[in-house]
């Protein structure tokens, strides 16, 4: 028998919470559309969480709703246990670091980061103490004296991180922090933040739409697909078991066929079949249930080869490493593994097939 929970007393689950974050039943409309729907999200201390997905599925709109810029219509947010659904930015344990990082031009990087401890009214010893710190911690002390418009791009980053950081939030939140640097910045830059985040064991919430930037650095990725989260798991389940055939489109690359899989070869069905390029096997030898294809196209990608093979008016992507074959070639391509989808959802799990 239950009976009903007394008005203000702890919910349960709060109880249970570890001290990380939690949204429940989170709601949001804007311009009269359901932005967010019912979105729940459980992110365990010390975790780095990315929210994932295509461009206007909602990912900002939740991390503003978590870092207190936009109220949600419906639903609760605990940060280490406390209610903060209510409470403006600077009432919150946590800290966000902006996408075009809202740094003062005009100051130094010392006092951008300073900032938020002056309008918190710290003392200046302190102030003095804790920005030295936190710039040691992002190596940004040789700058303290420059101005955001004398560093570069890499390095205006990292005075965002720290001057989130030196509020010492319980939740760290970052709007695509790596969206305004190069390609090879973007790898160090985001190692680098992971390293930290580690070593600060700060539970950590970075929106990207940048799937290998989300998969490479997260404990845990939330994809996101129009106001709901599809799938919250680790990186490498998320890849070898998308439970979605959204999540299976969105991350990596699949080869998508309208049928069933047999095991072997993919044959009249009701499901959509999903068969990633690495579970193509290309031998110019025959093999049982391989299709008879021509090598139509080749693309060279450092350490392996993506392949495009076709028979009539099917075509496959499959990746090889070692020499690709040449060009028109005709060989045998197996099917490996497959992800099979009836209704969008996954029905059977991927398995190899031994010929
Ligand atoms: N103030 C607003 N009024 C009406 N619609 C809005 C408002 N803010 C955002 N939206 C809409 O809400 C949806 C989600 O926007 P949001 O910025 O959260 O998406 P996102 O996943 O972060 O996308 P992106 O990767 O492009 O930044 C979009 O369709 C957007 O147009």
Known sequence: ?????????????????????????????????????????????GELVSLLGPSGCGKTTTLRMIAGFLAPDAGRITMAGRDVTRLGPDKRPSAMVFQNYALWPHMTVAKNVAYPLRLRRKSRAEIAERVEQVLGLVNLLHHRGSRPPQISGGEQQRVALARALVQEPDVLLLDEPLSNLDAKLRVKVREDIRDLQQRLGITTVIVTHDQEEALSISDRVAVMNQGRIEQFTTPAELYARPETEFVATFIGSLNRFDGAFDGVRIVDGDGVVGVRPESVAFTTTPRPGALRATVERIVPHGHFHELRLRRDDVTLAAYVSGPPPALGAVGFAAIEAALVYRDGRLVRQPEAVVA
């Open 1 to 45: 028998m239950s009976s009903p929970t007394p008005v203000g007393a702890a919910d349960p689950a709060d109880r249970a919470d570890d001290g990380g974050l939690r949204l429940t039943a989170l709601r949001k409309t804007l311009g009269g559309r359901t932005i967010i729907d019912d979105l729940d999200l459980t992110v365990q201390r």
